[in-house]
């Protein structure tokens, strides 16, 4: 089944630095997503990029999308001690969205 | 506007007993419906999802079960739990997949301990 995987598996950054996330998945997609999971909590949908497009941007947030390398990146820039969270990309397999095993961003002031 | 709760939010349970964790959805109606674990310090697993009522399909062999009662209702369930069975359950919902409805919106989860 589709699956992304992100790299690196931890970040640590000081406030107001750049914090880049990559994802690779294994087969074609339709779109790709990231969600944003705080510490013991839900995941929350942060953006959504569709395969025939390369890049998107939300707020403080880049998303790249590179088809041909089947790989994804989530750029967020000018980071906050309130960014520390973990971070998924996900695909789609059939009904359901299969995510990756994250990326933690700690982002320290 | 859609809103999803799932409860308890927290629960410790010895080896061997029973488990129900229930999830409702509100302000949307025929939604895919969705049970995910994630073990500490993992990523997501899928374990069931729903389409319909009464329709449940696994990913994974595993000590659980899952029904859905009404549309809007899904429940995960174990007759007796195992060690393995600790971890981080989120119910999550969407709209058809593929249709327009990718995101999927998930619950404040449910933190499970077997002892």
């Known amino acids: 089944s589709q699956q992304g995987e992100e790299d690196p598996q931890a970040l640590s950054i000081q406030e107001g630095e750049n914090a880049t996330m990559n994802c690779s998945y294994k087969t074609s997609i339709n779109n790709l997503q990231w969600y944003r999971q705080n510490s013991g909590r839900g995941l929350v949908h942060l953006i959504l990029?569709?395969?025939?497009?390369r890049e998107k941007h939300s707020g403080r947030l880049r998303v790249t999308l590179d088809t041909s390398k089947k790989s994804s990146s989530l750029l967020i820039t000018a980071s906050r001690a309130a960014d520390t969270a973990s971070y998924f990309c996900a695909t789609a397999s059939g009904t359901a969205l299969i995510f990756g095993k994250g990326t933690t961003l700690s982002v320290s002031s | 506007s859609q809103t999803i709760h799932q409860w308890p939010a927290t629960l410790v349970q010895p080896v061997g007993s029973p488990l129900s964790l229930e999830c409702t959805v509100e302000?949307?109606?025929?939604?895919?419906l969705y049970w995910y674990r994630q073990a500490a310090g993992r990523g997501l697993q899928l374990l069931f999802y729903?389409?319909?009522?009464?329709?449940i399909s696994s990913e994974v062999p595993q000590n659980l079960s899952a029904s859905r009662p009404q549309d809007r209702q899904f429940i995960l369930s174990s007759k007796k739990l195992l060690l393995s069975d600790s971890g981080f359950y989120l119910c999550?919902?969407?709209?058809?997949?593929?249709?327009?409805?990718?995101?999927?919106?998930f619950g404040e989860g449910s933190w499970l301990t077997v002892v």
């Open positions: 302000g949307t109606s025929n939604p895919n």
């Open positions: 999550a919902w969407s709209g058809i997949m593929g249709q327009g409805f990718n995101t999927i919106y």
């Open positions: 729903s389409v319909g009522i009464g329709q």
């Open positions: 990029i569709r395969s025939n497009e």
